[in-house]
């Protein structure tokens, strides 16, 4: 019987037929070509265009197109506002991120047990993420309200004046921070119970034995063994947090001043907005060269652990 190996490099036998190796490889490649037309269509060219646009002084409202080098990348870091957009960005990542850790986490240690109405609670705290982001910014942005809002209303229940949420630049931020942790923290919360509910019950029983409470159970053992879960939650709800625009867009539109105006609607409000289209471009790598790095300091804090 002849087989593949006996015949050669070029050709094999199979059954009753001969098969090309070559022509194999080209009938693979024809059936990957729609799938990497769309990429190079969606993805690749789209990319392309806009970095070599970002150094010129393409702008929507005037005809011409002259090349300028990194005159826009050089006006960006010179940018009060790209900084304090910036700023903003950074504060409000990094307070919904570790505020849906922490509260993700001590929910998901809360479902670990068995009790009563779990498994409906569970399902109960999925429906915050099934809710697009401005269905997410009408609910908060009308339970904000200062004049007929629940939250100042049940405030004064208890002889607290609550204060001009969306008007007041601080709350305003607190506000909308707010608003993504009700939407994003049940993303941590299951994910770490799925996590948490998947630990071999015999390091938890010999912990218990050995005299560990529950803090320490927690500290020394439960985490240790998640902390590769943790870390790869904490970066995909990072980058998701520094793309926020929808809660923004609706609740605050930026505001007051430019108190809320997160890098991507900063960006948004250049290009479209003042129809800068390249100084946008420009402030969109940045954007991505941020996104990058910080997720490259996740990655390699994922590989040590």
């Keep these: 019987?002849?087989?593949?190996?006996?015949?050669?490099?070029?050709?094999?036998?199979?059954?009753?037929?001969?098969?090309?190796?070559?022509?194999?490889?080209?009938?693979?490649?024809?059936?990957?070509?729609?799938?990497?037309?769309?990429?190079?269509?969606?993805?690749?060219?789209?990319?392309?265009?806009?970095?070599?646009?970002?150094?010129?002084?393409?702008?929507?409202g005037m005809p011409e197109i002259h090349f300028v080098g990194i005159r826009n990348y050089i006006m960006a870091f010179k940018d009060i506002k790209f900084l304090q957009s910036l700023r903003t960005t950074i504060i409000f990542s990094i307070s919904t991120t570790i505020g849906g850790l922490v509260i993700g986490y001590g929910t998901a240690l809360l479902l670990q047990r068995n009790f009563i109405g779990r498994k409906v609670l569970t399902v109960l705290l999925i429906i915050p993420m099934m809710t697009t982001p401005i269905v997410v910014g009408i609910i908060w942005m009308l339970l904000f309200q200062p004049d007929y809002s629940v939250i100042n209303s049940l405030l004064s229940l208890i002889g607290i004046t609550g204060p001009q949420w969306l008007q007041n630049p601080i709350w305003a931020l607190v506000a909308v921070i707010v608003a993504d942790l009700w939407q994003w923290t049940p993303f941590f919360t299951i994910v770490l119970l799925s996590s948490l509910l998947n630990i071999p019950e015999d390091i938890v029983e010999a912990a218990k034995v050995d005299g560990a409470s529950n803090w320490k159970m927690i500290r020394y053992i439960i985490t240790p063994i998640i902390s590769p879960i943790i870390v790869v939650a904490v970066l995909i709800r990072l980058i998701d947090s520094f793309k926020v625009f929808e809660v923004v867009f609706v609740m605050t539109n930026g505001g007051p001043?430019?108190?809320?105006?997160?890098?991507?609607?900063?960006?948004?409000?250049?290009?479209?907005?003042?129809?800068?289209?390249?100084?946008?471009?420009?402030?969109?790598?940045?954007?991505?060269?941020?996104?990058?790095?910080?997720?490259?300091?996740?990655?390699?804090?994922?590989?040590?652990?």
């Design 1 to 60: 019987m002849m087989n593949k190996e006996t015949i050669g490099y070029q050709k094999y036998f199979v059954g009753q037929k001969w098969y090309d190796r070559n022509g194999e490889k080209v009938r693979q490649g024809l059936l990957l070509m729609p799938a990497m037309l769309i990429i190079l269509s969606l993805v690749i060219y789209p990319l392309i265009y806009s970095i070599s646009r970002s150094f010129t002084d393409f702008n929507l």
């Design 257 to 305: 001043g430019n108190a809320t105006e997160v890098m991507s609607y900063y960006i948004y409000r250049t290009g479209l907005g003042y129809l800068n289209m390249s100084y946008s471009m420009a402030m969109s790598f940045i954007f991505l060269i941020i996104l990058i790095g910080s997720s490259t300091i996740l990655i390699r804090k994922l590989l040590r652990t």
